[in-house]
């Protein structure tokens, strides 16, 4: 078995994922899902596929909005179906052949993501949906490091969560 098969499922199971790696992340109320995420704008992640790139990009999300989520809509589920996704900074390879780094200092680019969303009550009843689009609005400003956090995908994360504050049940 290879070392990316070991990471894959290594991350399965700390990340609850379905036996599909690549398409979907399931938790009880947070599902996020992908539509041909080979053709996203910058989707890797640490360098890795987008198979991988997937995997722990629904795993970080869903952990993420699963405490705002409980807060906002107690009982709800949200399904994200993400058709595109650009990441904070850039990618690039090192010039003595190591593997690549995702640059985040200086003049960035700017996060970007397109999803659909579903918000649903413990009935199965429609509360929101939608499309959108949303883009990191502080792009422009020098990056300096998080007071109160860093990590990975911090800059899709906060991005999401202050999308999702914004969300009205209808």
């Known amino acids: 078995m290879t070392r990316a098969h070991i990471l894959f499922l290594t991350a399965a199971i700390l990340f609850g994922l379905e036996a599909t790696p690549g398409l979907s992340a399931q938790s009880v109320d947070v599902i ?4 041909h995420p080979e053709k996203f704008t910058d989707f890797s992640i640490y360098g890795r596929d987008y198979r991988w790139s997937t995997s722990y990009f629904a795993g970080e999300i869903s952990r993420d909005l699963r405490p705002e989520l409980k807060r906002k809509f ?18 690039r390879t090192s010039s003595r052949g190591g593997s690549g780094v995702r ?19 413990r009935a199965g009843r429609t509360l929101a949906s939608g499309s959108t689009r949303i883009t990191d ?21 906060r991005m999401l969560k202050r999308w999702f504050i914004s969300v009205e049940a209808s």
Do not use: I, N
Not at 32 to 35: D, E, K, L
């Open 32 to 35: 996020v899902q992908f539509v």
């Open 74 to 91: 107690s009982g709800s589920k949200l399904t994200l179906r993400f058709t595109d996704v650009d990441l904070a900074g850039s990618y």
């Open 103 to 121: 640059v985040t200092r200086g003049e960035r680019a700017p996060a970007r993501m397109s999803f659909d969303f579903l918000l649903e009550d």
């Open 137 to 157: 609005a502080s792009h422009h400003s020098p990056v300096t490091r998080p007071q109160t956090g860093s990590g990975p995908l911090y800059y899709e994360k």
